[in-house]
């Protein structure tokens, strides 16, 4: 196996399917462009699919959690302890994403890269136990390399899995306490902008909390001296296990032809820094949500992403792209079953 399987080609979207799909959209009942965006998406999706008309109809979620040693700062709302409770309320069904998942009719797996019990064993979860949380990042790197490159493929795994399965599309989701602080750092990292113009409230914090963030993270880049052209070690210095898990699943997605809908906040760190490791895979990304975080929109206009929604949303899981979900099965409805002129026998404006 390539050591540096990140760097493989990705697939490359089927152009003669896509225009295909654009001289449908012209022979369609409707005024030109008149479906806005979805116009645009349907097209995009049948290049992701090599089809005329796609479908979504199985999509494969797949859930990266893992702890955060730099909440010993103080960085959160919430105890650590939450993480591992959280893991347990998405295999019994009662998280926002376990819901959205069966209203999709969409699979759902639990990867736990390293919570901070070590013992936790429960039905339904892959437990990796890469280790008991990252390291506190403010006073040692959060990885190791050997469990970077871990977490990097068990996000491979699950794209493998979901590809192998059938899925059509697949959306990433996360769970560790202390995450955004990890996110934060990687996109001030990346983007080279003010940890203070990129740190928000998370799952609470106030205005005191959210500067005491920022200001650990300037502190911690300092340190290490961090450069936007290696995302790497970026990842292994300040980011987190789910991150490169994350990072991981969506470049061997763009390898495996597997169309990506990127969530939130923390999933759109993960995708810039997959893009900085392989610019191929940016091809396979849509972008569900522009989140209530506030780095988030610098974000997607690094990544040159057109976002689907825009709902205030800044609870992470996967939720925001579950919830786009219908969005892009009414794309492909509109494009797949409204019939042309032709078949109609409605005027077409004249040539």
């Known amino acids: ?5 990140w760097r493989d080609a990705c697939q490359a979207l089927d152009t003669a399917a896509m225009d295909q799909a654009r001289a449908r959209q012209q022979q369609l ?6 479906l806005g965006q979805l116009e645009g998406l349907a097209v995009r999706l049948a290049g992701l699919q090599g089809c005329e008309r796609p479908t979504l109809d199985q999509v494969a ?3 990266f959690a893992g702890d955060h040693g730099v909440v010993e700062e103080g960085i959160s709302a919430y105890p650590q302890a939450v993480t591992g409770q959280m893991l347990r309320n998405f295999v019994a069904g009662g998280a926002a994403i376990s819901v959205l998942a069966r209203q999709l009719q969409a699979s759902l797996e639990v990867v736990d890269l390293g919570t901070i019990d070590l013992s936790l064993a429960l039905p339904g979860v892959r437990h990796l136990r890469l280790g008991a949380g990252t390291a506190n ?10 469990q970077l490159l871990a977490a990097l493929q068990a996000g491979r795994d699950s794209a493998l899995r979901a590809a192998e399965q059938g899925a059509q599309l697949f959306i990433g989701g996360e769970m560790g306490i202390g995450n955004t602080t990890a996110a934060a750092a990687v996109a001030s990292t990346l983007l080279a902008w003010p940890a203070r113009e990129l740190s928000g409230p998370g799952t609470g914090l106030d205005d005191a909390g959210v500067r005491h963030k920022a200001q650990l993270i300037e502190r911690a880049l300092s340190m290490y001296g961090l450069r936007p052209d290696d995302p790497l070690r970026a990842l292994a210095c300040v980011g987190g296990f789910e991150i490169a898990a994350l990072a991981g699943a969506y470049l061997a997605c763009a390898q495996q032809g597997l169309a990506v809908l990127v969530d939130g906040f923390i999933c759109s760190v993960a995708a810039l820094v ?14 569900a949500h522009q989140g209530a975080e506030p780095g988030h929109k ?7 992403a057109d976002p689907l929604l825009a709902l205030g949303l800044r609870l992470g899981e996967g939720s925001g792209a579950a919830l786009a979900v219908p969005l892009l099965r ?13 078949e109609a026998a409605v005027a077409d404006r004249p040539a």
């Open 1 to 5: 196996m390539n050591p540096v399987w």
């Open 29 to 34: 009942t409707k005024p030109a462009g008149s």
């Open 61 to 63: 979620i797949s859930i």
């Open 137 to 146: 990042f403010a006073q040692q790197p959060a990885m190791t390399e050997d």
């Open 274 to 287: 997959a893009v900085r490791l392989n610019p191929q895979c940016r091809a396979w990304l849509l972008f």
């Open 298 to 304: 610098a974000l997607l206009e690094a990544l040159q």
């Open 330 to 342: 009414l794309a492909c409805a509109l494009h797949g079953q409204m019939a042309t002129f032709a």
